[in-house]
């Protein structure tokens, strides 16, 4: 999304933010992103261990498994750097990082509208998300609501999320 003309309801409007398609040369740095949203947003919620585990999958590897796959990938500038990422799927948010020095400005909102715009466009409209427990309430404001509790097993560590649906 490219500061699309009409913003979608509950999108905050930046001047200085668009999102953007996914390129080749930001696997790297949105690989960086995530693994400093692990080790900085998640340890309300998760432990170390649960942590650890979700840094190790964090490779170049899974975001290429993950293109392979044909998750869509939406990256999202502010003042012409990368600030922030997120992905869908056949009707799923799949995930949203943004920076912790650029959270609380309407990145992850950007990001989420751009990603429900996108997957309505396809004709697989966004309805559910499987959150990590600390990102809930962020969910919650795009209309989520939680359903029943989940994990995923990574390497026989089971890593809880909170399935909501919309
Ligand atoms: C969750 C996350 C993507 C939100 O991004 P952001 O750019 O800070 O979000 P926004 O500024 O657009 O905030 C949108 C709304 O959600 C709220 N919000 C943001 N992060 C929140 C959180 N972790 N918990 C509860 N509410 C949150 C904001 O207060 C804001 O509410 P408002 O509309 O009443 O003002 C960001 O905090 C992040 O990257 N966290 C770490 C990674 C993560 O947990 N991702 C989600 C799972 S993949």
Redesign the pocket.
């Known amino acids: 999304m490219n500061l699309r003309e009409e913003p979608t309801p509950g999108e ?1 409007p930046r001047r200085d933010a668009h999102v953007r398609s996914l390129r080749p040369d930001d696997v790297a740095l949105i690989q960086m992103i995530k693994d400093i ?1 692990l080790r900085e ?2 340890s309300s919620h998760y432990t170390a261990q649960h942590i650890a585990v979700l840094a190790g999958a964090n490779s170049e590897r899974a975001f290429e498994r993950a293109l392979a796959r044909g998750d869509q990938f939406l990256v999202a500038e502010m003042q012409g750097m990368v600030a ?1 990422y997120a992905s869908w799927a056949e009707g799923e948010i799949l ?4 920076v912790p020095p ?9 990001l989420v509208d751009a990603c429900t715009l996108d997957a309505r466009t396809a004709g697989r409209p966004i309805l559910r998300v499987r ?2 427990l ?2 809930v ?2 969910y919650r ?1 795009f209309g989520f609501l939680p359903t029943e509790p989940g994990f995923h097993e990574i390497g026989g560590t089971r890593i809880p999320y909170q399935l909501m649906v919309r």
């Open positions: 905050r949203c947003d998640f922030g995930s949203t990082f943004v650029a959270q609380g400005q309407g990145i992850g909102s950007l959150a990590t600390n990102a309430d962020f404001s």
